[in-house]
């Protein structure tokens, strides 16, 4: 049995960082079936700021590999919703 001091504990940071993924995944969710009006550029931007929070926490589980795809699919989302907030 794992003592206390073993166990791999949030720190307040992480908490954070999950919590504003709640809210995000809601808020998208929301946006998703129409129940809430969100321009589509901002929902992408929402995406990007989404899976960028999610390589942080990876990476803070020494999950750097997949980490760093994660971040690449939030940045390029990221990207996207500006082009898209810009062409509109």
Partial sequence: MR???????????????????????????????????????????????YFIIIGILLQRFNKKKIAVIVYIIGVVDMIVGVIHLLSS
Avoid: A, C, R, Y
């Avoid at 998208?28 to 079936?33: P, R």
């Fill in 3 to 49: 003592s206390l001091k073993q166990q791999k504990m949030f720190t307040p940071i992480e908490w954070i960082m999950i919590s504003l993924l709640v809210l995000l995944l809601m808020v998208n969710l929301l946006s998703i079936f129409d129940l809430i009006g969100i321009n589509q550029g901002i929902q992408t931007l929402i995406w990007g700021v």
